[in-house]
């Protein structure tokens, strides 16, 4: 069975400082994509981050950047200069092949001016 | 234009009563997919439908069934709702041969 891991129900970072937020899944596939989403108090999910697992490159846009240790079964999610507006609660999320989404439990991010 | 849209935005109801929630996505995906968020905010899939055929059913009750009139359309019926039924509920779509999962606002799902 697939699952995602996070083990930090909530995180706080200081505006502009550094926060990376952990998540582990379990999988015997060997293709497979990973995400993070982003979900502020509007509900809405948002697309953050992807990464194929075929890829050795980590996967970057702008100030969001992953570690993806594929061996080790971990994707990671950097946030650098932390802003006001990336207060909300993350999700990595699993997609197999076939097109079956797996979620964590997700991790609530506080921002403190 | 919204990619993927449920209606409605909240739901009020009583214990017993039938309700639906109407999904639509005109990006043209194959697959589409309902969620439920519970009060922890945890995050489970309950239906997916590819082409119009169901292709996961995550032993959600009986009383949960999805309907697809079409390609662009997953709506989700609800019999004899019950206390432990609220919940947000996440409509989502990607496509067959992609990676990225579109979400709807989500609806909210408030049994008294």
């Known amino acids: 069975a697939q699952t995602v891991t996070q083990s930090q129900p909530e995180m706080s970072v200081q505006e502009a400082e550094t926060v990376t937020l952990s998540c582990t899944y379990d999988t015997s596939e060997s293709d497979y994509y990973l995400f993070w989403y982003k979900q502020p108090p509007s509900r809405q999910m948002i697309l953050v981050i992807r990464q194929e697992a075929y890829k050795q490159q980590n996967a970057t846009e702008n100030r969001f950047s992953v570690n993806f240790q594929k061996a080790a079964k971990s994707f990671s999610l950097k946030i650098s200069d932390s802003q006001l507006g990336d207060a909300a609660m993350y999700f990595c999320a699993y997609r197999r092949p076939g097109n079956q989404f797996y979620f964590g439990t997700g991790t609530s991010l506080t921002v403190i001016p | 234009d919204t990619a993927v849209s449920q209606t409605p935005k909240y739901l009020v109801t009583q214990m017993g009563n039938d309700k639906s929630i109407k999904c639509e996505q005109n990006l043209g995906h194959d697959t589409m997919y309902w969620y439920k968020q519970d009060s922890k905010k945890f995050l489970k899939i309950m239906f997916s439908y590819n082409n119009k055929e169901l292709i996961i059913n995550e032993t959600v009750p009986n009383r949960f069934s999805p309907k697809s009139p079409d390609k662009a359309h997953l709506n989700l019926h609800i019999n004899s709702l019950e206390l432990g039924d609220s919940a947000v509920y996440f409509c989502?779509?990607?496509?067959?041969?992609?990676?990225?999962?579109?979400f709807g606002q989500g609806t909210r799902l408030t049994v008294v």
């Open positions: 989502a779509s990607s496509p067959r041969q992609g990676v990225v999962a579109f």
